[in-house]
């Protein structure tokens, strides 16, 4: 079992995506994604959110949201992935050459026309509500079968 967060910086109708084209056994490989990363030892989502945006993009970040949570079973082939969503509208600093890939702020009208994993084009919309969400997304062999969502 994995433990993660997905973190979307936002400012001025944009969103912080990262283009994921730097490391060649990246599962991820040429998809845009949100930023974020695997929690470490003792960590808590939101520590995780501010150190892994801080580390991934030079930002800093104040405030994160929780708007919701994703279970991903096996969707490395392997692990099972819970993921903590997170919302920031919060932050400072200037953009660093990050480790992940290219970043790049998309106008928010834009990012579902962007490469990206079939199961994001379902919830990035859902970060845009008032209330939380905790869902199931299904890939068999890296390919969206289906998803349960339940609203809170």
């Not at 730097?22 to 808590?44: A, F, I, Q, V, Y």
């Not at 096996?74 to 997170?86: E, G």
């Not at 998309?106 to 490469?115: P, S």
């Amino acid at each position: 079992m994995k433990l993660a967060t997905l973190c979307y910086v936002r400012k001025d109708g944009k969103t912080l995506m990262v283009h994921r084209n730097k490391k060649p056994n990246d599962m991820h490989l040429g998809k845009w994604n949100g930023l974020g990363g695997k929690l470490e030892p003792g960590e808590s989502p939101e520590e995780c959110c501010v150190r892994e945006l801080y580390e991934e993009t030079g930002l800093r970040v104040r405030n994160p949201i929780f708007k919701g949570m994703i279970t991903f079973p096996a969707f490395d082939t392997v692990d099972d992935w819970y993921t903590f969503l997170f919302v920031i509208e919060d932050f400072e600093g200037e953009l660093i050459d990050s480790p992940e890939g290219r970043l790049e702020w998309v106008e928010d009208e834009r990012l579902l026309e962007l490469n990206l994993w079939e199961g994001d084009r379902v919830f990035l919309p859902w970060l845009n509500q008032p209330r939380f969400f905790s869902a199931k997304f299904v890939y068999e062999d890296y390919q969206f079968v289906s998803y349960e969502v339940k609203f809170y």
